[in-house]
């Protein structure tokens, strides 16, 4: 017969009574859930601590997150440290790269990127993928450690073969660039396409553009188009640029005003300032949208102060001929210095401000 909730509720309470630190736990994780009896955070604290104080390794942790998250409990990031230390003495990899965190930004302890690289070396050395990432990282800033980039590829490399994309994207970057590793595409395009086949938007619009130019791979604008679309469905900004581009040049793929004006607008409504800037051409110059100069002007600003130079050149104009913006010479000139100030090889100041002689 099949036990209820109720029953395994009452079984478990009679163990825990007898001091059973598993059957302590088991009642804390039964009030957290509501089975079997009403929802109870304070409750499920209450039995967790118990068989925490017994040295429960699951109890520690739980009573860790309590205390990080205000879970029935007054929020407290030093007792959640305390107990997260208790399992990661234990030899509890989670607990572990928890305090690798907290040391690292200096949350509930005092911070400290040795103490950070030596809890994460400590889940490391257990196989644990995110802590042989992080300590990764640290080899290769320089974090608590000697800087050290050999050290770092090999890190990453063990992450990356257990399957941790954001250790493959790392490789992948570290053998385009040849730091720590000798420079080679091949190798890049090889991590890069293993993180990609495993959904990472990233390493997808990497292998985008590794496909558009022929680096390490086949150079191919359909293939890029297939990348760049699939990390682009993810929202991921530039690949959603990338891939209006194509779209605007119809390279890869029919030509198509339209769907590369609202991909520009996707990216840039996530504030991305080169996605700013083409959605305000494509306003500027009626391309897949309504013509608007006051639509244009808007996304010129918005990726003007991002520091976007070909931005801040078309906000100058605007503002000088008064287009979807009141004239002002003033801001025109100052808009022109700034993207000058670039070396933007436009941004050349137009005779109709020398003739004025706008100081700015």
């Known amino acids: 017969m099949a036990q209820s909730d109720e029953d395994a509720l009452r079984c478990?309470?009679?163990a825990a009574c007898l001091g059973e630190a598993a059957a302590q736990c088991n009642v804390g994780l039964i009030f957290r859930k509501g089975r079997g009896t009403a929802q109870n955070d304070v409750e499920a604290f209450r039995w967790h601590k118990m068989a925490a104080k017994l040295g429960d390794v699951e109890a520690q942790c739980s009573i860790g997150m309590c205390f990080k998250v205000g879970c029935g409990v007054v929020q407290n990031n030093v007792e959640a440290a305390r107990w997260y230390k208790m399992a990661a003495d234990q030899g509890d990899m989670e607990a572990q790269c928890y305090m690798g965190a907290c040391s690292k930004i200096g949350c509930g302890v005092k911070q400290s990127y040795q103490?950070?690289?030596?809890?994460?070396k400590k889940a490391a050395d257990q196989g644990n993928i995110s802590a042989?990432?992080?300590?990764?990282?640290?080899?290769e800033a320089g974090h608590g450690v000697a800087q050290d980039h050999a050290v770092a590829v090999r890190w990453f490399k063990m992450a990356a073969e257990q399957g941790g994309t954001n250790a493959q994207c790392k490789l992948g970057a570290l053998f385009a660039e040849g730091r720590g590793v000798e420079k080679s595409d091949g190798q890049a395009a090889h991590w890069f396409k293993k993180?990609?086949?495993?959904?990472?938007a990233v390493a997808q619009y990497h292998m985008g553009l590794f496909c558009i130019n022929g680096c390490g791979v086949m150079q191919s604008d359909v293939e890029?188009?297939?990348?760049y679309t699939k990390a682009a469905n993810q929202g991921f900004a530039m690949a959603q640029v990338q891939l209006g581009a194509m779209f605007a040049r119809g390279r890869g793929v029919a030509l198509n005003d339209i769907e590369a004006a609202r991909l520009f607008?996707?990216?840039?409504?996530?504030?991305?300032?080169?996605?700013?800037f083409s959605i305000g051409i494509c306003f500027k110059t009626g391309r897949g949208v309504a013509q608007s100069d006051v639509e244009a002007a808007r996304y010129f600003r918005q990726a003007a102060e991002q520091g976007h130079a070909a931005a801040q050149c078309d906000l100058s104009?605007?503002?000088l001929e008064g287009l979807g913006v009141p004239q002002s010479d003033v801001e025109a000139a100052r808009w022109l210095k700034r993207a000058a100030e670039q070396g933007h090889a436009q941004a050349q100041l137009p005779w109709e401000l020398a003739s004025r002689l706008v100081a700015v």
Request: charged share 30%; with cysteine.
């Open 317 to 319: 104009r605007a503002f």
């Open 265 to 276: 607008r996707k990216a840039a409504d996530q504030g991305d300032a080169q996605a700013q």
């Open 224 to 227: 890029a188009v297939r990348w």
């Open 132 to 139: 042989q990432c992080k300590l990764g990282d640290f080899f």
């Open 115 to 120: 103490e950070s690289a030596r809890w994460y």
């Open 12 to 14: 478990y309470k009679q």
């Open 195 to 200: 993180a990609a086949l495993l959904g990472e």
